[in-house]
């Protein structure tokens, strides 16, 4: 029997993926670099499932937990927050700036359905770890079998 998961196809998500990279590319050709990304970045997620629970990281360096947000509503998982510039000098004369700063939003469909009262949020070495529960009706029962 095959065990594979089928994952939900999200084409959007595919499209604004492609947009961006096409919009990296020419900012970068004509020298725009620091300009278009200096207000926008999309933290990196890992979604897994473990012990009937989904698990997801998401790398958010160099922010406080005050700065990060977590929602969980209608089986849709929203991380946002805000990752604040450091203050500018004018003494300094900067040569490269790749670091994103800004607002950021991250929704993601889960797979199944969550217990959204008992989801957990840690922040830790820049990596948010979200445990989202599985409600009891969905997790397997073990059936005890008669013997007659």
Not at 8 to 30: A, H, I
Not at 68 to 78: P, R
Not at 83 to 91: A, F, L, P, Q, Y
């Amino acid at each position: 029997m095959n065990d594979r998961k089928m994952k939900l196809w999200e084409p959007f998500s595919e499209l604004v993926t492609m947009r961006n990279d096409v919009d990296r590319l020419f900012d970068t050709f004509f020298g725009r670099e620091n300009e278009s990304y200096e207000n926008y970045w999309r933290p990196a997620i890992d979604i897994e499932e473990n012990n009937g629970n989904l698990m997801v990281r998401a790398e958010i360096p160099g922010m406080s937990k005050e700065d990060i947000k977590v929602a969980v509503k209608d089986n849709m998982l929203t991380i946002s927050g805000e990752r604040k510039r450091e203050n500018e000098s004018k003494d300094k004369t900067y040569y490269r700036v790749e670091r994103c700063y800004g607002q950021f939003q991250r929704m993601i469909r889960l797979p199944t359905e969550v217990d959204a009262d008992k989801v957990k949020a840690t922040y830790k070495d820049g990596v948010l770890h979200v445990t989202l529960p599985k409600p009891e009706s969905m997790k397997p029962k073990q059936i005890d079998v008669e013997i007659k």
